[in-house]
């Protein structure tokens, strides 16, 4: 009977573990704009060891006059993101592939842009990210017709390591299966004198 209701509870356990998703399966959306999308941008995004998350980004031959890309994603945990965006024109300045920087934003926060000529550079460190809520990443600048920018941002959870829900509900399985076990064979035993 014993034994019939451990492999009950056993299975029972087995069935709860199997039916939790994984923190590493949480909702990590990475778009840009349409107007990203219509100057053929991209924004992707990979997750990394022990919570971290890098994504690179960009957009190519941004048409002339003011343009302001704008790329969202949302992290799984609490944490901080740095992130850099680079433009380069070829040729003289003023070139069509030139892009001049006039802000960058990383959620709220303004960059430290160093302006070089032809090369322009953003870039922002330890912005606080929260859990499950909206990032923006804004680059606004003047395109000389057919400029490119892009960059790349990283994320690392603050958070301590924290176990899982199927980890746990293992651990906590394996404690009952281990304290069944142990009281089971007390009982069991008999001491025998000579």
């Known amino acids: 009977m014993r034994t019939k209701l451990l492999s009950a509870a056993a299975a029972v356990a087995i069935a709860a573990v199997a039916g939790v998703a994984p923190?590493?399966?949480?909702?990590?959306p990475v778009n840009a704009t349409a107007q990203n999308a219509a100057n053929n941008g991209f924004f992707t995004a990979a997750a990394g060891g022990a919570g971290t998350f890098n994504g690179s980004?960009?957009?190519r031959n941004i048409a002339q006059g003011n343009f302001s890309?704008?790329?969202t994603f949302?992290?799984?945990?609490?944490g901080l993101g740095s992130g850099s965006v680079t433009s380069i024109a070829s040729g003289m300045l003023s070139a069509l592939t030139d892009a001049n920087f006039?802000?960058?934003?990383?959620?709220?926060?303004?960059?430290?842009?160093?302006?070089?000529?032809?090369?322009?550079?953003?870039?922002?460190?330890?912005?606080?990210?929260t859990a499950g809520q909206l990032n923006?990443?804004?680059?606004?600048?003047?395109?000389?017709?057919?400029?490119?920018?892009?960059?790349?941002?990283?994320?690392?959870?603050?958070?301590?390591?924290?176990?899982?829900?199927?980890?746990?509900?293992?651990m906590l399985a394996g404690f009952g299966m281990m304290g069944a076990g142990l009281r089971y064979r007390r009982r069991s035993s008999t001491v025998a004198f000579a």
């Open 136 to 170: 923006t990443l804004t680059v606004n600048g003047f395109s000389f017709g057919g400029a490119s920018i892009g960059g790349s941002l990283s994320f690392t959870p603050t958070a301590g390591a924290v176990p899982e829900t199927a980890t746990w509900m293992m």
């Open 57 to 59: 980004f960009g957009v």
């Open 69 to 71: 890309e704008i790329f």
């Open 74 to 78: 949302t992290l799984p945990t609490d």
């Open 102 to 129: 006039t802000s960058v934003f990383f959620n709220g926060q303004a960059a430290q842009i160093a302006p070089n000529g032809r090369f322009e550079f953003a870039s922002l460190e330890l912005v606080p990210i």
């Open 23 to 28: 923190a590493s399966a949480a909702v990590f």
